[in-house]
Antibody
Framework: QVQLVESGGGVVQPGRSLRLSCVTSGFTFSSYGMHWVRQAPGKGLEWVAVIYYDGSNKYYADSVKGRFTISRDNSKSTLYLQMNSLTAEDAAVYYC?????????WGQGLLVTVSS | EIVLTQSPATLSLSPGERATLSCRASQTVSRYLAWYQQKPGQAPRLLIYDTSNRATGIPARFSGSGSGTDFTLTISSLEPEDFAVYYCLQRTMWPMYTFGQGTKLLIK
């Protein structure tokens, strides 16, 4: 079955960096656009970034543009999110999600805490 | 940016009752609107896409309608497992997706 498993979260100091990974299985990863979506504690959902199926195009929410980088390795069926210059506003559960148009499969979520 | 406003913020109903959730867009999103269900500690689950299409495995008691700026998610007869938070999502301004703030469906 379709599985998306995130890793790499944790506690990080403000201004530091963190890299999230999302290992997928059960579908042809290289055929799908992939996204990161986040949810601050007790808050709603916020789309963060998308990458085309072949990695040729990437787009970001204004709130993370210039600080976050989405990438993928189709040979490993893995999605990444490099997060730099983290602030308290970036603290959230981060989900990887599959979908060229809508997010039709999600990982279990990964907590990122930004604290000194 | 397209803003999605969901109402009500909280809805208290009993199992077996009909639930009607609303999502209003600040400008037209055509039919490019989806609904998600999220239970505590879980990832969201796609229920409805493109206004009225049920996602794979979603029961027929869930239906969506609307167009332009006004959309509705209807649950015809609530089951105990339906009590959750529901979000709408627009993709008209792809890739600049926006979610509504959510409606919490509580057991009365």
């Amino acid at each position: 079955q379709v599985q998306l498993v995130e890793s790499g979260g944790g506690v990080v100091q403000p201004g530091r960096s963190l890299r999230l990974s999302c290992v997928t299985s059960g579908f042809t990863f290289s055929s799908y656009g992939m996204h990161w979506v986040r949810q601050a504690p007790g808050k709603g959902l916020e789309w963060v970034a998308v990458i085309y199926y072949d990695g040729s195009n990437k787009y970001y929410a204004d709130s993370v543009k210039g600080r976050f980088t989405i990438s993928r390795d189709n040979s490993k069926s893995t999605l990444y999110l490099q997060m730099n210059s983290l602030t308290a506003e970036d603290a959230a559960v981060y989900y990887c999600a599959r979908g060229s148009y809508y997010f039709d499969a999600w990982g279990q979520g990964l907590l990122v805490t930004v604290s000194s | 940016e397209i803003v999605l406003t969901q109402s009500p913020a909280t809805l208290s109903l009993s199992p077996g009752e009909r639930a009607t959730l609303s999502c209003r867009a600040s400008q037209t999103v055509s039919r490019y609107l989806a609904w998600y269900q999220q239970k505590p500690g879980q990832a969201p689950r796609l229920l409805i896409y493109d206004t009225s299409n049920r996602a794979t495995g979603i029961p027929a008691r869930f239906s969506g309608s609307g167009s332009g700026t006004d959309f509705t998610l209807t649950i015809s007869s609530l089951e105990p497992e339906d009590f959750a938070v529901y979000y709408c999502l627009q993709r008209t301004m792809w890739p600049m997706y926006t979610f509504g703030q959510g409606t919490k469906l509580l057991i009365k």
